[in-house]
């Protein structure tokens, strides 16, 4: 019987632990509410891994994970723009940049960041096809799915969680105007300022998360830390959504826009 | 009425000040968030900005002023394009007493011009230091054309930084006359 289905009945940690046991070897598919999502495993172990539009390069991925700097990704991708992951790799590994246990560890990380991403995947169908391998241009990994499944597990319980402290991203977020705290001694980190940047009583959590580019549990975690921190408060969000490219002034009329740089004129004169 | 919020950023090279001036007119307490430092070169004070400070100045009902100024060391320079977005405009901060930080006051200059062509002012802070140098000395050292806003300031007095905030908001009403806006 296929094995298809949608992640509301059937988590993608529970999909996973069933692959992982079975020693699977084909593609899960998940089309999540924006994107689709594309797991090879082989003989339960995760070969490849993607979100939308493969635009993955072997040289990025070996960037990302800090195995080469970006000034060589840059000469190697002038050199190799038209050769395969395979043949980067075995370059890599001939002239002496990398040896191959290197080469693999880059992309367990890379692939691990995309199943992180994925446990946050609450809804979608998914569909199996058994036997797909991964694409040949590609070098396949071997990624055990132990530990991922377990760190998974914590996450759902920890999303779990989250849900019922905000249970919707459709809230905006505004300033408090009295914190209950001494704010001189927060500390916030830079996924934690990234989302206060945006804080704006139009902007809803959903598109600060989507211009902070964090995923449902990050943005919940920096939105309850937050919270927490007594430095904003949730409100229903007012008005049409503001465009989150940054523009300087919420009006378009220019009498009024002289209006308010005005009154900040008045006001920083007051002071 | 929901409450409309206007963006000032201060941004500058390292222990230029900017920490300083949001804390001196802002009506809350600054919250900023600071590190041990760690670079050698850098141990001219034992803590730096690491992402930034933000500041808040309430004009009425339904208008707020943030100031958010931008983290001091080059490691962190990332931050800059996310502070930049959106701002009604910027103040480069310059450690007059410093003139090995000139070149790279000038380098965030045109960093953030490239972000955003919104209006920005030059603070030369310190000026109430022995070893300051002289606004049109430091003119000359940032190769700064005479139409841009170059102004002495001393970032811990709250007059000296009203008159820095007051000409910059001069300079968008003037950009705006001009329909560049």
Redesign the interface.
Known sequence: MALKGNLREFSFIQLLNLINLAKKTGALYVEGPSEISKVIFREGKIAYAVIGQDTSNLLQILVNASLINPTQEALLQERYKNSSDKEKGIYLINSGYLNQEQIFSGIEVYLTEIIRQLFTWSEGFFRFETGELTPDEKIPARLNLENLIIEGARKLHEMEELREEIPSLEMAL??TDR?GM???N?????EE??V??YV???NTIQQIARATKLNDLEIRKVVYALLQAG?VELIRP??APIAL??????TKD?AE??S??????????S? | MQTQTVKIVVTGPFNAGKTELIRSVSEIDVVSTEKKITSEAEKIKNSTTVAMDFGRITVDDDLVLFLFGTPGQKRFDFMWEILSEGMLGFIVMIDSTRPETFREARSILETFRAYAPTPYIVAANKQDCQDAWEVEDIRVALRLDPSIKLLPCIAKKKSSVKTILLELLYGILEEMDSGKS
């Open positions: 505004k300033f914190p001494n704010i001189r927060v500390n916030l980190s830079v300022w990234r206060v940047s704006n009583p139009k430095l007012g008005g490219s940054g523009r300087r002034l919420a220019p826009q002289k308010l740089v005005n009154r900040l004129i008045d006001r920083i004169r002071i």
